[in-house]
C-alpha cells in the first residue's frame, strides 16, 4: 500500500520570505513523487517529479522539491514567495512497482497563504 | 501538445435526475484516464480510471458510472443524482512515468 502525509493544512507565508510545503510518504518500493498546484475554480496543474536522480528537483514557476529517502519526505520550496504563489498544493505519490494502471496517491492538500 | 477538455463548466441539477460529464483529450493516443471528485475543494477522491476503450475500473461503489466510447473520449453518468453527489469532477490523463494533466473540471450542484 502506497499513502501520503501533508502535515500542514495551511502555511502562511510573508512576501518574499522562502516557502516550504510539507510531504512524507510511505511506498512498499521505491517511489515516483508529484506537486501540483491548484488555483481556485481550475484543475491541479503540474509543477514537478522526482523519479530518479538528483535528490533536489527544479520545476515551474521557480519552485524545487527536495526527495529525502532516510526520511521519505518531499518537501516543496521556493526561495523567496510571491502573492501569486498563493494556491493549494498536493504532493502524489506511485509506487514503481504498482504495476497495472499505475494508481497515483494524493495528499490532502495544503493550502499557501502569500501575505503581502 | 496535449489537451484536456472537460464540459460543462458549471451544472446545477435536482436529486433524482440524470447526469453525463463529458472528457476529451486532444494530442495522445490510448491515454489512461481518470475521474476524480473533490469535495469541499480539499482531497481528490478517485472515481473511475481507463486504460482503453471500453475498459473501465471502479475504486470506489456509489451511484455513478463511467464509459469510455472512444480512445480519447471519457464520460461519467449517472441515472439519479443524490445530494452528496455533488462536487468538483476532474477528468485526467496520465503520462509516462506518472504525472497527471488534468482539465479545467466541472462544479456540480444537486439541488
Given at each position: 500500500?502506497?499513502?501520503?502525509?501533508?502535515?500542514?493544512?495551511?502555511?502562511?507565508v510573508?512576501?518574499g520570505n522562502p516557502l516550504t510545503?510539507?510531504?512524507?510518504?510511505?511506498?512498499?518500493?521505491?517511489?515516483?513523487?508529484?506537486?501540483?498546484?491548484?488555483?481556485?475554480?481550475?484543475?491541479?496543474?503540474?509543477?514537478?517529479?522526482?523519479?530518479?536522480?538528483?535528490?533536489?528537483?527544479k520545476?515551474?514557476y521557480g519552485f524545487e522539491?527536495?526527495?529525502?529517502?532516510?526520511?521519505?519526505?518531499?518537501?516543496?520550496k521556493k526561495p523567496s514567495a510571491l502573492?501569486?504563489d498563493?494556491?493549494?498544493?498536493?504532493?502524489?505519490?506511485?509506487?514503481?512497482?504498482?504495476?497495472?494502471?499505475?494508481?497515483?496517491?494524493?495528499?490532502?492538500?495544503?493550502?499557501?497563504?502569500?501575505?503581502? | 501538445?496535449?489537451?484536456?477538455?472537460?464540459?460543462?463548466?458549471?451544472?446545477?441539477?435536482?436529486?433524482?435526475?440524470?447526469?453525463?460529464?463529458?472528457?476529451?483529450?486532444?494530442?495522445?493516443?490510448?491515454?489512461?484516464?481518470?475521474?476524480?471528485?473533490?469535495?469541499?475543494?480539499?482531497?481528490?477522491?478517485?472515481?473511475?480510471?481507463?486504460?482503453?476503450?471500453?475498459?473501465?475500473?471502479?475504486?470506489?461503489?456509489?451511484?455513478?458510472?463511467?464509459?469510455?466510447?472512444?480512445?480519447?473520449?471519457?464520460?461519467?453518468?449517472?441515472?439519479?443524482?443524490?445530494?452528496?453527489?455533488?462536487?468538483?469532477?476532474?477528468?485526467?490523463?496520465?503520462?509516462?512515468?506518472?504525472?497527471?494533466?488534468?482539465?479545467?473540471?466541472?462544479?456540480?450542484?444537486?439541488?
Amino acid at each position: 500500500a502506497q499513502s501520503v502525509a501533508q502535515p500542514e493544512d495551511q502555511v502562511n507565508v510573508a512576501e518574499g520570505n522562502p516557502l516550504t510545503v510539507k510531504c512524507t510518504y510511505s511506498v512498499s518500493g521505491n517511489p515516483y513523487l508529484f506537486w501540483y498546484v491548484q488555483y481556485p475554480n481550475r484543475g491541479l496543474q503540474f509543477l514537478l517529479k522526482y523519479i530518479t536522480g538528483d535528490n533536489l528537483v527544479k520545476g515551474s514557476y521557480g519552485f524545487e522539491a527536495e526527495f529525502n529517502k532516510s526520511q521519505t519526505s518531499f518537501h516543496l520550496k521556493k526561495p523567496s514567495a510571491l502573492v501569486s504563489d498563493s494556491a493549494l498544493y498536493f504532493c502524489a505519490v506511485r509506487d514503481i512497482y504498482s504495476g497495472g494502471y499505475q494508481k497515483v496517491t494524493f495528499g490532502t492538500g495544503t493550502k499557501l497563504q502569500v501575505i503581502p | 501538445s496535449q489537451t484536456i477538455h472537460q464540459w460543462p463548466a458549471t451544472l446545477v441539477q435536482p436529486v433524482g435526475s440524470p447526469l453525463s460529464l463529458e472528457c476529451t483529450v486532444e494530442g495522445t493516443s490510448n491515454p489512461n484516464l481518470y475521474w476524480y471528485r473533490q469535495a469541499a475543494g480539499r482531497g481528490l477522491q478517485l472515481l473511475f480510471y481507463s486504460v482503453g476503450i471500453g475498459q473501465i475500473s471502479s475504486e470506489v461503489p456509489q451511484n455513478l458510472s463511467a464509459s469510455r466510447p472512444q480512445d480519447r473520449q471519457f464520460i461519467l453518468s449517472s441515472k439519479k443524482l443524490l445530494l452528496s453527489d455533488s462536487g468538483f469532477y476532474l477528468c485526467a490523463w496520465r503520462s509516462d512515468p506518472g504525472e497527471q494533466y488534468f482539465g479545467p473540471g466541472t462544479r456540480l450542484t444537486v439541488t
